[in-house]
């Protein structure tokens, strides 16, 4: 059974910082994507950075490019995604997803994600 476990959420001002972690257990594809989603309140939830489980491939959203890294150490079985320059638009929870195996990691196909956590809250306030 597979399971997603996110950490590092929180609250933090404008500008700062904050580090997420997901931890997968029984999760053993060898060509499969994993990935953080958001969905702030009244909106629906959006791809955020995906990677392949092989570390190589990246992808991003427009809004956190240059502000957000997507990162996987395959020996603990974990991803995760440093944000940086936080903004009041990035609140939201954030989900940690994963899909079954698949050759190509697609950002914006949540349906492509078998797997999902339980969520973490970011806060960024002004």
């Known amino acids: 059974q597979v399971q997603l476990v996110e950490s590092g959420g929180g609250s933090v001002q404008a500008g700062g910082s904050l580090r997420l972690s997901c931890a997968a257990s029984?999760?053993?594809?060898?060509?499969?994507?994993m990935g953080w989603f958001r969905q702030a309140p009244g909106k629906e939830r959006e791809g955020v950075a995906v990677?392949?489980?092989?570390?190589?491939?990246?992808y991003y959203t427009d809004s956190v490019k240059g502000r957000f890294t997507i990162s996987r150490d395959i020996a603990k079985n974990t991803v995760y995604l440093q944000m940086n320059s936080l903004k009041p638009e990035d609140t939201a929870m954030y989900y940690c997803?994963?899909?079954?195996?698949?050759?190509?990691?697609?950002?914006?196909?949540?349906?492509?994600?078998?797997?999902w956590g339980q969520g973490t809250q970011v806060t960024v306030s002004s």
């Open positions: 990677i392949s489980v092989d570390g190589i491939s990246t």
């Open positions: 997803a994963a899909t079954r195996f698949r050759y190509s990691c697609r950002i914006g196909y949540l349906s492509d994600y078998n797997y």
């Open positions: 029984g999760y053993t594809y060898s060509r499969a994507c």
